[in-house]
């Protein structure tokens, strides 16, 4: 009998489940390992107030191919849905007013829209028209170097627009400061807009998707009725419950005399979800209860957090190690808040609202769930959730869920009216959970891949710690290790 290659994938996040899935369907023998009872990662949907509500990730860009691209080839696409409010609210003045139409990741795009908003003073504005008046075409001194989002916008447009718009809105992504944000990997519409002129308004127009005939522009955002669980479950049914070893932790990869990978693995009694079948590998009992395993394979797709992967191939390759492990991460919360519709006064007429930074607020955002996703809020109840927590606002790790509750409810009273206790609140923690790319980031990752092929080919990377962490990004990065594991593996294919 003919056995055919095997393969490890580290990780069942959404890249390693993308990973997983193209392998399998490849007819590739894979194994999913995972110290978590579930898989899915980051995502997370659970029942909150009679209803499936997202721990984390609600929703996907839909501008970009790979996340809709997934869902077709599960056969989701049909069910696929689009917020039902597209504008925003922003804090401004201790009070929440609406963003402007037009803005390219806050760089504002009609100027008309934006001194109407009321939210950019004169001053702003004043510069604003600076920017516009500079001459036609790409900048001359531009070397295609990566920089950081804030010196992209400050040099250009001013800060007044940078700390109330565009700062906000990016921070609203990856929980850190536009600051420190590499332009490249976290801000690329912008980059290429002040690529193509040295008006970085006009750039941001050019930006812009074109309005079909018919008006109104294609949906920005993808979402699925049942939450991003859907599509972890939908991953999961096509890889097979039988692959995964969950409640599992990757501690040792070692590579073999033949090219082959044995891969270490320690799992804490009970540790993993009688849903998805009992560990199947050989187990060897330890004095502290901590059941030893392994699996051989052929090759292996790591999709763990930088750190993860750094100290997984640190005995390999030192400089992986060291990219990957130096990579920081911001903790965030999710506190999901319901109430009864009649204890909410006021139009819940966007799809939530940004905190900026200088407002001092615990707050970073709230997304208002149930009019964003007219479902959640069918049977009379108002969703919403509250987001906390930032790379350089840690705050909320000192107070417990109740404080942090409290909290969350005095500052929604003040900006959105809302006295009366909530029919339920829970609070999700996501430690280390969403990466901060410098500047450089994705040249860096460029070298750490190209040693890899050379010292270790059987081993690809994938996931948020390489050049984005939005789910379309994490999906690519785990459907393009699998590609280069298959032509590896399967060369003919
Ligand atoms: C609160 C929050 C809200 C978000 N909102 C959005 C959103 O609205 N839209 C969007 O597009 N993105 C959003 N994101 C980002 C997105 O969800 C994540 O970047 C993405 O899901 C990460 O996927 P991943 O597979 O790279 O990593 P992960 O999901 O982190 O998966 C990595 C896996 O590796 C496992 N692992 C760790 N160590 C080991 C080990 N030693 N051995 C084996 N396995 C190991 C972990 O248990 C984990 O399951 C959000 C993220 C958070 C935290």
């Given at each position: ?98 963003l ?71 921070s ?33 127009r050019?930006?812009?998707?074109p ?17 991003m ?9 096509a ?55 392994s699996?051989?394979?052929?090759a ?75 479902h ?5 109840l ?23 509750i409290g ?45 890899l ?12 710690s390489?050049?984005?962490?939005g ?23």
């Amino acid at each position: 009998m003919t056995v055919g290659p095997r393969v490890a994938v580290v990780g069942a996040g959404i890249a390693g489940l993308s990973a997983a899935y193209d392998l399998t369907r490849a007819g590739i023998d894979v194994v999913v390992i995972d110290p978590a009872d579930r898989p899915g990662g980051k995502l997370r949907t659970s029942p909150f107030a009679g209803v499936d509500l997202d721990e984390s990730a609600d929703m996907f860009l839909a501008r970009l191919p790979w996340g809709v691209g997934l869902c077709r080839d599960l056969g989701l696409e049909p069910a696929l849905i689009h917020p039902a409010i597209g504008s925003a609210l922003v804090v401004h003045n201790g009070r929440l007013r609406r963003l402007p139409e037009g803005l390219v990741l806050g760089v504002p795009s009609d100027l008309e829209a934006l001194q109407a908003s009321g939210l950019v003073s004169e001053a702003g504005l004043a510069r604003l028209a600076e920017d516009l008046a500079r001459p036609e075409g790409p900048p001359p001194e531009d070397r295609g170097e990566d920089c950081t989002v804030g010196e992209l916008v400050r040099s250009r447009l001013g800060d007044e627009v940078f700390e109330v718009l565009v700062d906000p809105l990016l921070s609203g992504v990856n929980a850190g400061r536009a600051d420190d944000l590499s332009a490249q990997l976290g801000a690329a519409q912008l980059l290429a807009a002040a690529r193509r002129d040295r008006s970085l308004v006009r750039g941001a127009r050019a930006q812009l998707p074109p309005v079909p005939p018919g008006g109104g522009r294609a949906p920005v955002f993808a979402a699925l009725p049942g939450g991003m669980g859907t599509l972890v479950g939908a991953l999961v049914e096509a890889i097979g419950i039988g692959r995964f070893r969950l409640g599992r932790t990757v501690t040792e990869l070692i590579e073999q005399p033949d090219g082959r990978f044995v891969i270490a693995t320690r799992t804490a009694p009970a540790a993993a979800d009688p849903a998805y079948g009992p560990v199947a590998d050989p187990v060897a009992s330890s004095a502290s209860g901590e059941r030893a395993g392994s699996e051989t394979v052929d090759a292996v797709v790591l999709a763990t957090p930088g750190p993860v992967s750094a100290a997984l191939l640190g005995d390999h390759m030192a400089k992986a190690a060291t990219e990957l492990g130096s990579l920081a991460y911001a903790s965030v919360a999710i506190i999901a808040l319901a109430w009864r519709a009649a204890n909410v006064h006021g139009n819940l007429d966007a799809s939530g609202f940004l905190v900026p930074r200088r407002s001092g607020l615990l707050l970073t955002a709230c997304s208002w769930a149930s009019a964003k996703f007219p479902h959640l809020g069918a049977d009379g109840l108002v969703r919403l959730r509250a987001s906390v927590g930032r790379s350089d606002d840690t705050r909320f790790l000192a107070l417990d869920d109740a404080e942090l509750i409290g909290r969350v409810r005095a500052e929604l009273a003040e900006l959105m009216g809302i006295e009366a206790a909530p029919v339920a609140a829970r609070v999700h923690r996501w430690l280390d959970a969403l990466p901060q790319y410098r500047p450089g980031h994705g040249a860096r990752i460029d070298a750490v891949e190209a040693e890899l092929a050379e010292r270790l080919p059987g081993v690809v990377l994938a996931g948020a710690s390489l050049r984005g962490l939005g789910i379309p990004a994490c999906i690519d990065s785990g459907r393009r290790a699998a590609q280069h594991l298959l032509e590896r593996l399967l060369p003919t294919a």
